[in-house]
């Protein structure tokens, strides 16, 4: 199956510390993006790619997150000196655009990446 | 600005009976989609209906059915004959041309007793 696939699925780590996730999109996909999602609450919006560009960016994303996505293909969230706030379920999605479907399609969510900062 | 309103936090049914799901959006887009996912407990999302701005139709879907109406901004999921399996967080979700991005409402856990 060509699901969309994250890795890794849980991370505990301590607070200071780096963390990277990784998400491989379908393959056809040309958007990504990334949510994150904490207990009783629907996911919110980090951050989304065409392509390799990256074209908007929440004001959730403080300056110690950082998403690429290099070739256009699997992406990396990278969240510097963690902190216990950031303990949520990191979520990727992609789906396919085209300029006909000017307000965006369908989601296909990867099973996400579940950080616990201590 | 755009929001999606559920809401109802948690509803508890038994199963074979008919429940609605409420959905209310807020947007000043013309041109938007409106959306239905269900994360089960195993927890990853899953793509349900997909409806644009520019049809009201009411769709079905075997046991589930949608209700757009734009006069009121809502867009309400109905499953008929609730099953165990039906047990889940719904939740509704908004993209709209001006930002590209899907906004989704806090979502509605289902419970459903057998």
């Known amino acids: 199956d060509t699901g969309v696939s994250q890795d890794p699925r849980h991370k505990i780590t301590k607070r200071g510390q780096n963390v990277t996730f990784r998400c491989d999109p379908i393959?056809?996909?040309?958007?990504l993006y990334w949510y994150r999602q904490t207990l009783g609450q629907g996911p919110e919006f980090l951050t989304y790619?065409?392509?390799?560009?990256?074209?908007?960016k929440s004001r959730l994303l403080s300056d110690r997150f950082s998403a690429e996505r290099p070739k256009g293909s699997f992406s990396t969230l990278e969240i510097q000196r963690t902190e216990q706030g950031d303990s949520a379920m990191y979520l990727c999605?992609?789906?396919?655009?085209?300029?006909?479907?000017?307000?965006?399609?369908?989601?296909?969510f990867g099973e996400g990446s579940r950080l616990t900062v201590l | 600005a755009q929001k999606v309103t559920q809401a109802q936090t948690e509803i508890s049914v038994v199963e074979k009976e008919d429940v609605t799901l409420d959905c209310v959006y807020e947007?000043?887009?013309?041109?938007?989609?409106l959306f239905w996912y269900k994360q089960p407990p195993s927890g990853e999302l899953v793509f349900l209906i997909r409806?644009?701005?520019?049809?009201?139709q009411n769709e079905i879907s075997g046991r589930y059915s949608w209700n757009f109406q734009k006069s009121t901004s809502s867009f309400n999921f109905t499953i008929t004959a609730s099953q165990v399996v039906d047990s889940a967080v719904y939740f509704c979700?908004?993209?709209?041309?001006?930002?590209?991005?899907?906004?989704f409402g806090a979502g509605t856990r289902l419970f459903v007793k057998a």
């Open positions: 999605a992609s789906s396919f655009w085209e300029f006909r479907d000017r307000a965006g399609g369908e989601l296909f």
């Open positions: 393959s056809e996909h040309n958007r």
């Open positions: 790619f065409q392509n390799e560009a990256q074209l908007e």
């Open positions: 947007t000043r887009d013309t041109t938007y989609y």
């Open positions: 409806r644009n701005s520019f049809d009201e």
């Open positions: 979700a908004l993209s709209a041309t001006g930002g590209f991005k899907t906004i």
